[in-house]
C-alpha cells in the first residue's frame, strides 16, 4: 500500500484526540514529501544529525518531534526549530534545552521519558528520578522549558499483556505528575506511547500521541 493510504487509513482508525506522529527515520526526503501531501505535518526523528540534515529541505511548516536519544551538543542545531523535544531523560539535557532556547527566545516544549520496558537498553528516567528533577531548583528556574507530558516505549514482545501493563505503567507515571507538579499546567497533558506493533493496545490504555513509523513508511 502506499504512504498515501497508510496514512489515511491510520487517520481514520485513530480517535480524534491521538495525535500522530509520522516517525521518518531512515526515510528519504521524497518520502517524506508524500506523506506531507496527504495534509499530515507531524513527524519525528531519532537522531539529531539525521534531522538536521533533512529539516532544511523540507516544507518549514512541518511540525519536528524528536524521539531519540540526544547528546547535549546536538541541542542548539534543533533548538531553533524543533516543535516538542520528547525524549527528555536527564537534568542535564534539559538544562541545555533551555539554555539554547533562551538564546533565541523560545520557550521549547519537551516531554520527559520514562523506562518502562524490561529490556535494559531503552532509555529513560524513572519516577524517583523524574521528581528529582522537577524538585531541583535548577528546574524550577527554568524559563525556556515547558514540560508537556511523558513518553514511553514498551517491551518488544509478542506478550501483549506485558506491552498493556507497561503502558498502564506510563499512564499512572502521568497521572501521578500531573497531581503532584502539573494540577494547573493545562499543557501537561501528554502520553506519548505506541508504535507501529503496539499503538492499539497504547490507545486502549490512554495514548495522546502514537509514535508510527514502519506502518506509514515500510519496513527500515
Ligand atoms: C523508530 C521509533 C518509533 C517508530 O517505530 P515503528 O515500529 O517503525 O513504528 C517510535 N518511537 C521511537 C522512539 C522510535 O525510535
Redesign the pocket.
Known amino acids: 500500500m502506499s504512504i498515501r493510504q497508510n496514512i489515511e487509513n491510520l487517520k481514520n482508525e485513530l480517535p480524534e484526540t491521538v495525535k500522530l506522529?509520522a516517525?521518518s527515520?531512515t526515510k528519504s526526503v521524497e518520502e517524506i514529501l508524500e506523506a506531507y501531501e496527504t495534509g499530515h505535518r507531524i513527524f519525528?526523528e531519532?537522531k539529531a544529525q539525521e534531522l538536521i540534515s533533512k529539516q532544511p529541505e523540507l516544507p518549514q511548516d512541518i511540525q519536528w518531534h524528536f524521539?531519540?536519544h540526544m547528546q547535549t551538543n546536538k541541542v542548539k542545531y534543533i533548538a531553533p526549530f524543533v516543535s516538542l523535544i520528547?525524549?527528555v531523560d536527564s537534568l542535564k539535557l534539559l538544562n541545555e534545552i533551555n539554555k539554547q532556547a533562551n538564546n533565541i527566545g523560545r520557550v521549547i516544549d519537551c516531554l520527559l521519558q520514562f523506562h518502562i520496558a524490561e529490556e535494559e537498553t531503552k532509555f529513560g528516567l524513572d519516577f524517583n528520578e523524574a521528581t528529582g528533577l522537577l524538585n531541583s531548583e535548577e528546574f524550577q528556574a527554568m524559563k525556556n522549558v515547558r514540560i508537556c507530558g511523558v513518553?514511553g516505549?514498551a517491551t518488544f514482545t509478542e506478550d501483549t499483556g506485558q506491552v498493556r501493563k507497561e503502558f498502564y505503567l506510563l499512564k499512572e507515571i502521568f497521572n501521578r505528575l500531573k497531581n503532584k507538579y502539573f494540577i494547573e499546567q493545562e499543557s501537561f497533558k501528554e502520553i506519548s506511547m505506541g508504535?507501529?506493533?503496539d499503538?492499539k493496545i497504547a490507545v486502549e490504555v490512554g495514548s495522546t500521541i502514537v509514535?508510527?513509523?514502519?506502518?506509514?513508511?515500510g519496513e527500515?
Not at 211 to 217: D, P, V, Y
Open positions: 506522529v516517525v527515520k519525528g531519532n524521539i531519540g520528547e525524549s513518553m516505549m508504535m507501529s506493533g499503538y509514535r508510527i513509523g514502519s506502518l506509514i513508511f527500515r
